[in-house]
């Protein structure tokens, strides 16, 4: 099936086969290439819905290889990964049409999120394609309850981790609650990402899970402009 074909292009035979193991446990068939020519010729002789591609090959910068991968394959998406993670290498691999970077070292586990929304129909089935970012944030709450009056929650600490047209998901100290009232405001252009959102925004708590003293939690955008217009 196009859909859970997986190529990997690196040259670090420990993360080939870390990553390797993580796909194939997922029934996910994934191919290897250890350089770009390889690569190209693996795209060119298959059918792959997610390319996972180093930006350091020996024979080529991964970022220049995305335009011949564009025009050989079309529907594939791919992911950009270097331990290179300024805002200059993850915004040209944003702006060449990388569905999503992901700076070394990283769990490996992240690499099925990254799949699960990368991938139109793998099983999780998401309706809206979703990015992977890291932007720190200020968050909030509006109208606190009265058990919650006796905190200052008019600035906490939060990070946004995920981004797509539904909204927001973020990581908070602070337990966020399903149905609260939000203002969000990001805190720096650092990352690429956060000029998909509005610097300011009031936002509706969808869904939130609490776990190893850290909150994650779901939010819907209350803006006028569509979010990744």
């Known amino acids: 099936m196009f859909e859970n074909r997986v190529l990997v292009a690196d040259d670090d035979s420990l993360f080939l086969w870390a990553l390797r193991k993580e796909l194939t446990s997922h029934r996910l ?26 930006i350091h090959l020996p024979d ?28 200059q290498s993850k915004e040209r ?4 049409g990388a569905a999503q970077f992901l700076e ?11 799949v699960k929304s990368t991938f139109r129909e793998f099983p999780c089935k998401r309706k809206h394609f979703r990015y992977l970012c890291n932007i720190p944030l200020r968050i909030s709450i509006l109208a606190p309850s009265p058990e ?17 047209p539904e909204g927001v998901c973020v990581n908070t100290e602070y337990p966020l609650q399903e149905g609260q009232s939000v203002r969000l405001r990001i805190d ?5 990402f ?8 009031t936002a509706e708590v969808v869904w ?3 776990g190893d003293g850290m909150s994650t939690a779901g939010l819907k955008l209350l803006v006028d402009a569509p979010l990744l217009s």
């Open 29 to 54: 068939t994934t191919h290897i290439a250890t350089t770009g020519q390889e690569c190209l010729k693996a795209i060119q002789e298959n059918r792959f819905g997610l390319v996972f591609l180093d």
């Open 60 to 87: 080529a910068n991964g970022l220049d290889l995305m335009k011949p991968i564009r025009e050989i394959s079309p529907e594939t998406r791919v992911v950009i990964i270097s331990g290179d993670g300024s805002f």
């Open 93 to 96: 691999a944003l702006s060449e």
């Open 104 to 114: 070394k070292p990283f769990n490996i586990s992240m690499v099925m999120r990254v």
């Open 148 to 164: 919650e009056s006796q905190f200052d929650l008019g600035n906490l600490n939060g990070t946004i981790n995920d981004v797509g």
């Open 188 to 192: 720096g252009e650092g990352d690429p």
């Open 194 to 201: 956060s000029k998909m959102i509005p610097r300011e925004a």
């Open 208 to 210: 939130a899970v609490t």
